[in-house]
Antibody, heavy 124, light 107 residues
Framework: QVQLVESGGGVVQPGRSLKLSCGASGFSFSTYMMNWVRQAPGRGLEWVALISYDGSDKSYADSVKGRFTISRDNSKNTLYLQMSSLRVEDTAVYYC?????????????????WGQGSLVTVSS | DIQMTQSPSSLSASVGDRVTINCRASQRIRSSLNWYQQKPGKAPKLLIYAASSLQSEVPSRFSGSGSGTDFTLTISSLQPEDFATYYCQQSFNTPYTFGQGTKLEIK
């Protein structure tokens, strides 16, 4: 069965860096786009970043552009999020999510599987 | 960026009720609209994709409709396990955006 397991979260001071990992199993990792989505405490869902199958294309939310870097290692079935210059407002649970391209009944993309989440707390 | 606006933000209902949650996009997004359910402390779960298609193993009491800018999630007969927060999300283009959520509570 499909499994996504995040790791690497913790408490970090503002301005410091942290790297999250997401280990994937139960599917052909290299054939799916992958995303990071976050949720601040008591708040809604915010898309963070997307990476293509082979890592050649990446897209970021404006709120993290220039500070966060998404990457993947298909040989290790692992997705990463390198977070730098962290701010208090980056405090959230970070989820990795698999993106599936659906063509019937219409072409669209979905987040069909999610990890359990990894809590990042930015605090002095 | 495409803004997604859900209504209501919260809703109280009883087991067996029929419930409707609305989602409006700030521009036309064809049928590129998904619905997710999230329970406290858990990851979101995909319920409906492409506005009206039921994800595998999701009960048939859930349904979705709409296209363009206005979309609806309907639960035909609420069950105890349906009390949760629901989010719409557009996948028409990046940045992908979510509605603010609708919290469905027990009356």
């Amino acid at each position: 069965q499909v499994q996504l397991v995040e790791s690497g979260g913790g408490v970090v001071q503002p301005g410091r860096s942290l790297k999250l990992s997401c280990g994937a199993s139960g599917f052909s990792f290299s054939t799916y786009m992958m995303n990071w989505v976050r949720q601040a405490p008591g708040r809604g869902l915010e898309w963070v970043a997307l990476i293509s199958y082979d890592g050649s294309d990446k897209s970021y939310a404006d709120s993290v552009k220039g500070r966060f870097t998404i990457s993947r290692d298909n040989s290790k079935n692992t997705l990463y999020l390198q977070m730098s210059s962290l701010r208090v407002e980056d405090t959230a649970v970070y989820y990795c999510a698999r993106e599936d391209l659906v063509v019937v009944p219409a072409v669209t993309n979905t987040f069909d599987y999610w990890g359990q989440g990894s809590l990042v707390t930015v605090s002095s | 960026d495409i803004q997604m606006t859900q209504s209501p933000s919260s809703l109280s209902a009883s087991v067996g009720d029929r419930v409707t949650i609305n989602c409006r996009a700030s521009q036309r997004i064809r049928s590129s609209l998904n619905w997710y359910q999230q329970k406290p402390g858990k990851a979101p779960k995909l319920l409906i994709y492409a506005a009206s298609s039921l994800q595998s193993e999701v009960p048939s009491r859930f349904s979705g409709s709409g296209s363009g800018t206005d979309f609806t999630l309907t639960i035909s007969s609420l069950q105890p396990e349906d009390f949760a927060t629901y989010y719409c999300q557009q996948s028409f283009n990046t940045p992908y955006t979510f509605g603010q959520g609708t919290k469905l509570e027990i009356k």
